[in-house]
């Protein structure tokens, strides 16, 4: 009885409803019900202190994270370098705000492989960019229906694939777009690029959701730069809209995006082929 599990990170929450909707189509394929589908959530630190069991030849296992400057966010990479796996196919997922994905989805391939998963199907989704408002938007309200639609067919056809191969570790390496040497990803730390109004309640909401610890509670809830990863969940996730975000670097990014990058593109996925 095969089982399959989701392993993401997704302070912003795209990459989990891309993950999600992939899901769906390849338990569907495969006749995989509920019980058998289980989820790593890895975006909040406490949980990248759990050992994960290792998988094996039962597991179908999904990994997801979103797009940080080209490659993947360094707490992404470096906890799913800790997975271990023997001969369990894995699916692989980036998820990026329709500017590039660059050497990211190659930068997942590897680590997977390195682990002892055999990627059997990759893809670039697109979903709405972190430093993205209404006023300034880019790839606003993505994945739409459109792509969650893909992300299903995407799972579906994967499903076709893994019933078609006989014997993995005879099939093609998976080829996926990107460079290597990878490009320099995130440095650490931010620019003090958040403020907090006066609608702040004291919630709570912002710390819950940083994936870096980086809310000072005892502070007013500022951002503690140092730590913060830029994934913009703390604007996100505030039910006031008390966080906004200053006028700096970051703002002109999402200014720079939002000028030259609104074509929408499409979700990119790629197979290996059957043995
Ligand atoms: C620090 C940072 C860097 C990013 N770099 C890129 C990038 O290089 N290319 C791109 O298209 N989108 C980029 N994005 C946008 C994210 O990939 C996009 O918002 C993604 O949907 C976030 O995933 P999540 O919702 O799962 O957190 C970046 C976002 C952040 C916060």
Redesign the pocket.
Known sequence: MKKITLV??????????VLRAITQGLAQNLDISASAIAAVNF?RPEIRDTVIAPFDDNDIVLL????????L?ADAADFFKKLTASNTPAVLT?????????D?LLELKDIASVCGFIPVSGAAF???????SADIPV?MN?PDENDLRMAADFGNNTGDLLKEINELKKISALKVPGNFPYKDG?GKGAPDFIEVTDACTNCGTCATVCPSSAIDAENGFATITARC?????CIKACPEQARLMKDGPIKDTARR?NQT?SPPKPPQVFFTTAS
């Open positions: 993401y990170f997704s302070p912003t929450k795209t990459t989990e409803t975006t997801g994270a979103p797009v940080y400057a080209g490659r966010p980036v998820v990026y705000g329709n500017r590039e994905y660059d990211a697109i979903g709405e960019h972190a430093f993205a790839a993505r995130m990863i830029l994934c913009c969940a995006l990058c």
